[in-house]
């Protein structure tokens, strides 16, 4: 049998570790720092978390002068328009093809400049090359559009006047579907590559030295440490950014395609996407419900995406798993 006294250092130190534990504990231990985080957590809930009481209109034959309240429920007929229409599938295979086109090309091209950043000995050669990498992310699609016209016009752009002084004859890229995966990747690892590879560097740059330094002292060639230490220790920030992104996996880049593409109903077979397709819909129906049903549609399929996948890298490897 314990003794009295043994059972009340028990019971004070359990009330100690239930305090420590204790949700106000933890603010006025670490307060400053909530403090910190307080302007972006008021944005996350004002911009993300409010506006969700908006999913009803999803259900509603919404009429934006009766509001929300005064608006006919409808239930999922909203949801009939984009199931049931001709290009569902294909639209859908679009976002699917060109979303794991961009996620797979930019994750290798990003570990790949992360790499090759960190392995640059020149201080300032390593500053400049990062900057001049980066740069294209802060360029607006709109611009990039133009540069894309320039380049590639039928009749004035600088890849067709190059190949007729060879030549070769024009190629009519915005007349030709098939040109325009090839196309829109290449423009997403040019624009997003660069500053994508800015979370592989730091987990790079974390990487303690003395780990290479054993590796050079037994022989290893700069190739066998990428191959044996760096990658290896990126796998859990690759899963991890991985995971993150299948969660857009239904939502195509909007602002990318329709500021390059336009309403050009030639490319409509490879470069149409949900988005698209939902925006010229929303702007000749003028229907904010069917909208509202589709966006509502790609934020649960791919809520299930990062779920689904999460648990399966959870049983794989637990280390490398969002929650």
């Known amino acids: 049998m314990k003794s009295s ?22 603010i006025k231990k670490n307060g400053l720092l909530y403090l910190i985080a307080l302007p972006g957590i ?3 809930f004002v911009f993300s978390y409010l506006p969700m009481a908006g999913i009803v209109i999803a259900f509603q034959n919404f009429n934006p002068v009766k509001g929300i309240t005064g608006s006919e429920f409808v ?39 992360a790499i090759m950043l960190a392995e640059l000995g020149g201080k300032w050669f390593k500053k400049i090359s ?13 611009v990039i559009a133009m540069f894309v016209s320039a380049l590639l016009s039928t009749d004035t752009g600088m890849v067709n006047k190059g190949l007729n002084l060879l030549g070769l004859e ?53 190739w066998d440490k990428i191959r044996h230490i760096t990658l290896p220790l990126l796998k859990p920030t690759v899963i991890l950014l991985l995971l993150l992104a ?5 939502n195509g880049d909007f602002g990318m395609i329709y500021a390059i593409v336009g309403n050009n109903p030639v490319l409509y077979p490879t470069t149409d996407v949900i988005d698209t397709y939902v925006y010229r819909a929303l702007m000749e129906l003028s229907d904010m419900s069917m909208a509202a ?21 959870r049983k794989l490897s637990p280390e490398s798993a969002l929650f």
């Not at 599938?89 to 400049?113: E, Q």
């Not at 990498?133 to 699609?141: D, E, K, Q, R, V």
């Open 5 to 26: 006294a043994t059972l009340a250092a028990s019971a004070t130190h359990l009330h100690s570790k239930r305090k420590k534990d204790s949700f106000f504990f933890e």
């Open 42 to 44: 008021l944005l996350i």
């Open 75 to 113: 239930g999922l007929k909203n949801f009939a328009f984009f199931v049931q229409s001709s290009d569902t599938i294909k639209v859908i295979f679009n976002t699917l093809y060109l979303n794991v086109l961009f996620i797979g090309t930019s994750t290798l091209a990003s570990i790949a400049i």
């Open 130 to 142: 990062q900057t001049i990498i980066m740069l294209p992310h802060f360029l607006s699609w709109t």
């Open 170 to 222: 024009s190629i009519g890229f915005y007349s030709t579907a098939s040109w325009w995966p090839f196309i829109l990747v290449m423009l997403k690892l040019w624009v997003g590559a660069g500053f994508g590879s800015i979370v592989y560097l730091a987990t790079i740059s974390g990487i303690n030295p003395d780990i290479y330094e054993s590796a050079s002292i037994d022989g290893a060639s700069r």
């Open 246 to 250: 299948v969660g857009g996996l239904f």
């Open 293 to 313: 049903a589709v966006g509502l549609f790609q934020s649960v399929v791919g809520f299930i995406l990062v779920v689904s996948i999460n648990y399966i890298t």
